[in-house]
């Protein structure tokens, strides 16, 4: 009895696959994509859809490509949302270093031009006074 091919793990993609096959997902609409894309055009790098590439190719690599551009804006949908939060996220990230360097920049200087002690110093010097042989005196 034979085992379903079906069921039969799927090789690895060969080298010229792979980097169009991060486009798509594993659920069954994208392993639908992947394996009807190397139905059409096995060891096929695909142009960009809608390009010259793809206009001068012939109708297996048309449909792949477009089957792939597909897939690749229903991804970009499923996680625009966590991919917004994630650019809000970074840009509140920069924005707070940024201010946390303008305002270390305007402490430097301010102690500077007041010649006064930093908190490092202040609790060196309280640490000097309220030492028990220094109480003594």
């Known amino acids: 009895m034979q085992d379903d091919p079906s069921e039969q793990p799927t090789q690895a993609a060969p080298p010229a696959l792979q980097g169009l096959d991060r ?5 069954p609409a994208s392993r639908w994509a992947r394996a009807f894309r190397r139905a059409l055009t096995p060891a096929v790098e695909l142009p960009a859809f809608g390009g010259p590439g793809w206009q001068a190719a012939g109708w297996q690599v048309q449909v792949a490509a477009a089957v792939v551009a597909a897939e690749a804006w229903r991804r970009d949908v499923l996680f625009l949302p966590q991919r917004i939060a994630d650019e809000a996220g970074a840009v509140r990230y920069l924005a707070d270093l940024a201010e946390q ?37």
């Open 23 to 27: 486009y798509l997902l594993d659920d």
């Open 101 to 137: 360097a303008a305002f270390a920049d305007v402490a430097r200087a301010v102690r500077a031009g007041a010649n006064a002690p930093t908190y490092d110093e202040l609790v060196a010097r309280r640490a000097e006074v309220t030492r028990p042989e220094a109480m003594s005196r």
